[in-house]
């Protein structure tokens, strides 16, 4: 029996300088059930040949950083690292910072976390509406040009927004709430793939909606032995457009075989009809 490995997704060019396989890892959640166990699930990933991880200095207060680098440092030549700066946690949630020296120290901060001279692709967490973007993506391509950025993303922007900040910086990637059950954001799917941006959709199984026993996608599940729900969820998004990287989050050594086996699944007509 074949061990299931994101390699069978196929691969997507980050900008000119990486190329992945096309089904990351977020690793929002990746401390939630203690140390160890986050370590042996970043081990697995690594074995399932997962090469882009995608994390946040929000996340966790930074816990998932030094996770990653506890688990992988050293890290192999082709894992590519992705975290974002410019939102700061709050007993009410997070709020957005997007100051420019803010966002200097966020990414000194995570490349201490992460252990690397150079972070592989730096995102703007959000746009600060208190702040202009020319401030914020200027701040990162200051840092990109001092060597401390490699490539620069930005998440949670959209429409006209994605344009605007195409033109201020060499943006190769936007990162996106999106899924079969919310699709606000195809248009920027659509926008992306047009232009070459890696379109990474965050909360790919609607924070494990998708997955749960009595959802739309229940049907479409022909047999006990054929995909899960999850897994028609992920084969959609890679179905939907060549520009797509879906990144899922799993705290579970079981969800993380499960959603990296969905590299493997082609739809049916029928479920693809049913999908949309």
């Known amino acids: 029996m074949n061990q299931p490995s994101a390699a069978d ?5 980050l900008g000119g300088e990486f190329t992945v396989n096309r089904l990351g890892f977020g690793a929002r959640w990746l401390g939630r059930r203690g140390e160890d166990q986050a370590v042996e699930l970043m081990h697995r990933a690594i074995e399932m040949q997962i ?5 946040a200095d929000l996340y966790g207060g930074g816990a998932s950083e030094s996770l990653i680098a506890k688990a992988l440092h050293p890290y192999s030549d082709d894992l590519v690292i992705a975290t974002k700066g410019g939102q700061i946690a709050t007993a009410d949630g997070s ?3 997007g100051r420019r020296d803010y966002l200097r120290e966020a990414c000194e901060a995570s490349l201490r976390r992460l252990r690397l001279d150079t972070i592989d692709l730096y995102q703007l967490h ?3 509406p208190d702040v202009p973007i020319e401030e914020s993506l200027g701040a990162l391509v200051e840092l990109q040009a001092e060597g401390k950025v ?7 922007l959209f429409r006209g927004r994605i344009q605007e900040a195409v033109e201020l910086a060499d943006i190769v990637s936007v990162q996106n709430q999106y ?5 606000t954001h195809d248009p920027d799917v659509i926008a992306c793939n047009e232009v070459g941006l890696v379109f990474m959709p965050y909360c790919p199984l609607a924070s494990g909606e998708l997955a749960a026993p009595g959802e739309k996608s229940d049907d479409l599940v022909d047999e006990p032995l054929g995909p899960t729900p999850a897994q028609l969820a992920l084969a959609w998004l890679l179905e939907r457009a060549e520009s797509i990287l879906p990144i899922p989050g799993t705290s579970s050594l079981q969800h993380l075989e499960e959603n990296v086996a969905a590299a493997s699944v082609s ?3 029928e479920q693809r009809t049913k999908l949309g």
């Open 9 to 13: 997704a196929g691969t997507i060019a």
């Open 51 to 55: 090469n882009f991880i995608d994390t």
């Open 95 to 97: 709020r957005m910072n």
């Open 126 to 128: 959000a746009p600060d």
């Open 150 to 156: 490699r490539q620069i993303g930005v998440s949670n």
């Open 179 to 183: 899924s079969t059950a919310d699709r």
């Open 267 to 269: 739809l049916t007509p």
